[in-house]
Each structure stands twice: as C-alpha cells, then as structure tokens.
C-alpha cells in the first residue's frame, strides 16, 4: 500500500497473531448506524466539561449538522464562539461569531 514503502504486506497466521473478538456491537454492518442520541450527549459533555483542556480543532462545526445537531441549531451553537479572524483592513486580527465552516475551538 502507499504507507509500506515497498515492504511486503505483513501476513498473519493462526500461529502469531490473536484474532479479534467480536462483541456484537450495533455500529457494525451495512445497516448500522451509530446512536446519535449519545454522540448528541457525548457533544455536550465535551463543551462542558472537556473543551475546557481539550479542543478538537480539525472539525467543523459543519461536519456535526445531522449527526448531533440540526443545521440550525448548529449554526446557533457556532455563533456562541468568538472566533479569532483577520487581519481586517488595517492588519489587525479581530473576533466574531462562529460560522458552520470553521473548526471547533
């Protein structure tokens, strides 16, 4: 593959690798879907307590909109930030509110 750099593929066998277990989970499938009702409360446990310490900057508001959230909903949630943008016209950075393209804080 790309990340092998012309390495052969590593093969397993029955003798040096340990299988892993399958524990049924219900994400799994081609008709899975994940629980939207926890990732929602997961979304909020990390804005209120998490984010505090932790920041997941490489995702966008956007990429929450029908998983967690409405667009609408999302969009208020986004506009609760500052976010830091600019420089403006006379090359300072300013702050405003949130939009659904850029990453959470």
């Excluded at 219900?26 to 997961?42: E, K, L, V």
């Excluded at 830091?84 to 959470?104: A, H, Q, V, Y």
């Amino acid at each position: 593959g790309i990340f092998s750099m012309g390495q052969p593929a590593t093969q397993c066998n029955a003798e040096d690798h340990i299988p892993a277990k399958d524990y049924g989970w219900s994400h799994h499938g081609p008709f899975a879907s994940y629980d939207y009702a926890s990732i929602r409360r997961g979304f909020q446990v990390y804005r209120q307590v998490c984010a505090s310490c932790h920041s997941v900057d490489k995702i966008a508001f956007r990429s929450m909109v029908g998983i967690t959230h409405t667009e609408e909903q999302m969009k208020k949630i986004a506009e609760s930030y500052d976010i830091e943008d600019g420089p403006n016209d006379i090359g300072e950075m300013f702050e405003r509110p949130g939009k659904l393209s850029d990453t959470i804080p």
